[in-house]
């Protein structure tokens, strides 16, 4: 018997609304993070995807996040905007965020627009579609709280906070660069843990530093930043960026939802747009992005498991056939928000 099953995406919505909605969420915002979580299921982002429902309707109801947030966009010049997140779901405020973006590109051709008082606010993809469907390149990111010590130290002081950089292409097959700093995730780390399985060396070390393959052991130490000293430096940039540019809190300010889930995190995101056809001409650049792609995808392979491929092309071809098929999910996890839509 399968431990998981296939769940049309209608229907997945409608349950994971109705568990927003019994956790205190508006039908909009509860709408709002419906989406955002099962587009990154659809993506292949599991780990950030309906699996987080649990978590959060837990927090709201803990009062660890407000689910009355009145979410405030500071407009500060034409191309700035400051997002006051109130201690909302960082769902919720990162989609309103996206939005203000999108309203100030329009007429500028550039906008930035920075989050602060919000918490964790999913994959970064399923924003960056998004941005892209409607034309424009994206810049994002976001801080979390202390998983890796910076380069050469032995005690968390820096956030694995993901950097995404999305570009729209005229076919509908996006470049979308969604990664984050470390060299495996933490929410992976956590899927083996729960199912009792052992972790690639040079993933994370343990509590004392040491390198380790052991999960639990792993959760109890820190994760490993990929290319050393350069992943290290980047999780400390995006920081800048997502924390201290907006008043967020960062570094070690950040709190743990999952050691302290009653608490406000103090999460930072932003976005950056730009209107390509404000630069180069529309036109222009839909033809310099599809040479672009046909130099990069006529690559003659070095592997045998395939041909060459951009970011973001087999998590979209994966959005496509969820449309279709549907989104499977483990069957526990699937009962556990079945429980939460009822309430």
Not at 25 to 44: F, T, V, Y
């Amino acid at each position: 018997m399968s431990n998981t099953e296939t769940v049309d995406v209608s229907s997945l919505t409608q349950l994971c609304v109705d568990a927003f909605r019994h956790a205190g969420l508006s039908q909009e915002n509860a709408q709002i993070s419906s989406r955002i979580l099962i587009e990154a299921d659809m993506m292949g982002f599991n780990t950030h995807g309906v699996v987080r429902v649990p978590e959060y309707t837990d927090r709201l109801r803990r009062g660890g996040v407000n689910p009355s947030a009145a979410i405030d966009v500071d407009r500060r010049a034409p191309s700035l905007a400051v997002v006051d997140g109130d201690n909302g779901l960082g769902t919720v405020v990162g989609s309103k965020a996206l939005e203000a973006a999108l309203g100030m590109v329009t007429e500028t051709g550039i906008a930035y627009v920075g989050c602060k008082n919000s918490n964790h606010f999913g994959a970064l993809a399923p924003y960056a579609l998004h941005a892209c469907n409607a034309g424009y390149l994206l810049l994002g990111g976001t801080n979390a709280s202390t998983t890796m010590a910076p380069w050469g130290g032995k005690e968390a002081r820096i956030g694995n906070n993901p950097l995404c950089i999305a570009a729209p292409c005229a076919d509908g097959a996006h470049f979308i660069l969604d990664m984050a700093m470390s060299v495996a995730a933490r929410g992976k780390i956590r899927a083996a843990d729960k199912a009792g399985s052992p972790i690639p060396e040079g993933w994370a070390l343990d509590s004392l530093g040491d390198s380790t393959t052991d999960a639990s052991e792993a959760l109890k130490g820190f994760l490993l930043p990929f290319g050393g000293y350069k992943g290290s430096g980047l999780a400390m940039a995006v920081d800048i960026l997502a924390g201290v540019l907006n008043g967020a809190r960062f570094l070690t300010d950040v709190s743990s939802w999952s050691d302290a889930p009653d608490a406000p995190s103090g999460v930072g995101h932003f976005f950056v747009l730009l209107d390509p056809g404000k630069l180069l001409g529309a036109d222009a650049f839909a033809a310099a992005m599809d040479r672009f792609k046909d130099i990069v995808l006529t690559t003659p392979s070095a592997q045998s498991t395939g041909p060459v491929v951009l970011p973001g092309q087999r998590e979209q071809q994966r959005r496509r056939t969820a449309i279709k098929d549907g989104v499977e999910i483990p069957r526990d996890l699937l009962d556990s928000i079945e429980q939460l839509a009822r309430g």
